[in-house]
């Protein structure tokens, strides 16, 4: 199962999860809990980098950068608002042509690009001179947790590290603790207290050092994606037990790898998990015996009602244990 869903874990059982899945606590989270970027206008940049796995190695890649950032695996995590207009300005310093696509959003405008399969697409540049920008525009109509990512070879785009969660807040979300709308859609059933997210992903060591190589002699990117066989496997771009250290500045010999995975609740505190598969591969996410109770997926709410639930809510969610 490819999962893109959102789950309530269960009250006391949560706290047990949380301490099964990442040993060792560090820092709280921020009020958000989710480390993103907000607003309605952002500037990306494709770029490459070397990405650190916990056993010691060095993974070059490419990933989104948030404006002159690093390249980061994920890419930005973007904070959106329903029904908010919002644009992103995509701007490439890799050797081939790069886009976004953005899964689950509808009436998405591209402009000032080279045409492509599935989207207008950046051309090639460099550090020095980067090809673009290329401005894409929409606005998201339906509150949930989604994907954006490369939709220009998106086989081995996605692979190489072009990818990264979208969150779309319900129009009249409030952070504020214990706020009856700090909720995930418009319904009460997905009112939450804290919220975590997972995107999932994994990679083929031998398919970014070919990658590699061809970059740096010059030659063009060529890989047979028939052979691939991960290697590695991720939670927010880390392989464990990175997942546990503080995110951001606070692990700053990870400067690719900005997001951790680390989840600390209290016993009856109601909590959102956002899950996102982000590769190819399956990830089955055991809750190690405690319930939750899955609310979403493909972005929508498990409503027979339709996306805002109406007066069911999520009726049709289901749980897991």
Do not use: C
């Not at 989710?34 to 770029?47: C, H, K, P, Q, Y």
């Not at 250290?245 to 505190?269: F, M, N, R």
């Not at 319930?291 to 409503?303: E, F, K, Q, Y």
């Amino acid at each position: 199962m490819n999962y893109r869903n959102a789950i309530h874990g269960g009250l006391a059982a949560s706290a047990f999860l949380l301490a099964a899945l990442t040993g060792t606590l560090q820092a709280a989270h921020t009020v958000h809990d989710i480390d993103g970027v907000e607003g309605s206008a952002f500037t990306l940049t494709a770029r490459a980098g070397h990405l650190s796995t916990a056993d010691g190695n060095s993974v070059y890649f490419w990933g989104y950068a948030n404006g002159t950032g690093p390249a980061q695996y994920p890419g930005p995590t973007l904070v959106l608002t329903e029904d908010v207009e919002v644009t992103v300005t995509l701007y490439n310093e890799l050797p081939v042509p790069v886009s976004i696509i953005f899964p689950g959003q509808t009436g998405v405008t591209a402009s000032s690009g080279d045409p492509g399969v599935l989207t207008l697409e950046v051309p090639p540049g460099t550090a020095q001179l980067p090809g673009g920008p290329v401005f894409y525009s929409f606005t998201p109509t339906e509150p949930g947790t989604y994907l954006y990512e490369s939709g220009t070879q998106s086989d081995l785009q996605t692979e190489m590290g072009l990818v990264g969660a979208l969150i779309v807040r319900p129009a009249d979300f409030d952070p504020t603790p214990d706020s009856v709308n700090r909720k995930a859609y418009a319904h009460a059933d997905s009112g939450y207290e804290h919220e975590f997210l997972f995107l999932l992903s994994e990679m083929d060591e031998l398919i970014h050092d070919q990658v590699e190589v061809q970059v740096r002699d010059g030659l063009p990117v060529q890989v047979d994606l028939t052979k691939r066989w991960p290697v590695y496997w991720f939670i927010n771009g880390r392989t464990g037990p990175d997942t546990v250290l503080d995110p951001g500045a606070g692990s700053p010999w990870l400067p690719h790898q900005p997001y951790d995975a680390l989840v600390k609740i209290h016993a009856t505190d109601r909590t959102l998990m956002r899950v996102i598969g982000g590769g190819r591969d399956s990830h089955p996410f055991h809750h190690h015996g405690n319930h939750a109770t899955v609310i979403a997926r493909d972005g929508r709410l498990l409503s027979s009602a339709g996306p805002t639930g109406g007066t069911v809510g999520a009726d049709l969610a289901y749980q897991v244990f």
